[in-house]
């Protein structure tokens, strides 16, 4: 049987969380548009989901799985009214990280990492960005951790040959990549 969640944990499971899924639809998205439509639909399926949660696990990666879903079906129906002509105005005016003052380095970082095909910027972005081990990226993308992996490797790869080195070297938090699973 259905049930619906508490107020004060809905109140409390978005206070604590979406800020962390607008940077993440960010990241994918580029928009800031976008990025607030997708955390406003995130939470809506949260909360109207929230009876299949699974309380014993944490819901950190339940609710990103949900923001890259939702991440994706935005992007989805962005590019297919885009085909049809029917886009709505979006305002790429200054993001988030635009707002920080960011080091040149930084911004030809985020130039090449926004490059990369949306597969490889999801596991860049959750891996690197949102500190998630690549085992918990592989369940929420429901991909097996070698085609993670895979993803991973082939958005370095491309990321190695169009930036110079110490720009590359930015997006290494040190140590091998795959240790983190």
């Known amino acids: 049987m259905k049930a619906d969640i508490a107020k004060e944990k809905a109140e409390a499971i978005f206070r604590e969380h979406s800020a962390y899924v607008y940077r993440v639809a960010l990241f994918l998205t580029k928009s800031k548009v976008l990025a607030d439509d997708i955390t406003q639909e995130t939470f809506l399926q949260v909360f109207r989901h929230y009876h299949k949660f699974d309380c014993s696990k944490p819901i950190e990666p339940w609710i990103y799985k949900i923001t890259l879903n939702t991440a994706r079906n935005t992007l989805r129906k962005h590019r ?72 991973l490797n082939l958005g370095l790869k491309t990321l190695r040959s169009s930036l110079p080195k110490d720009d590359f070297m930015m997006l290494n938090r040190g140590g091998d990549v795959y240790e983190t699973i």
Request: aromatic share 6%; charged share 30%.
């Open 80 to 151: 297919w009214l885009s085909f049809v002509n029917e886009i709505p105005e979006t305002s790429d005016a200054v993001s988030v990280e635009g707002a920080v003052v960011m080091s040149e380095e930084s911004k030809r970082l985020w130039e090449g990492i926004n490059k990369l095909t949306l597969k490889s910027r999801e596991v860049i972005v959750l891996h690197f960005y949102c500190d998630m081990k690549l085992k918990d990226i592989a369940d929420i993308l429901c991909i097996p951790v070698g085609t993670c992996k895979s993803r």
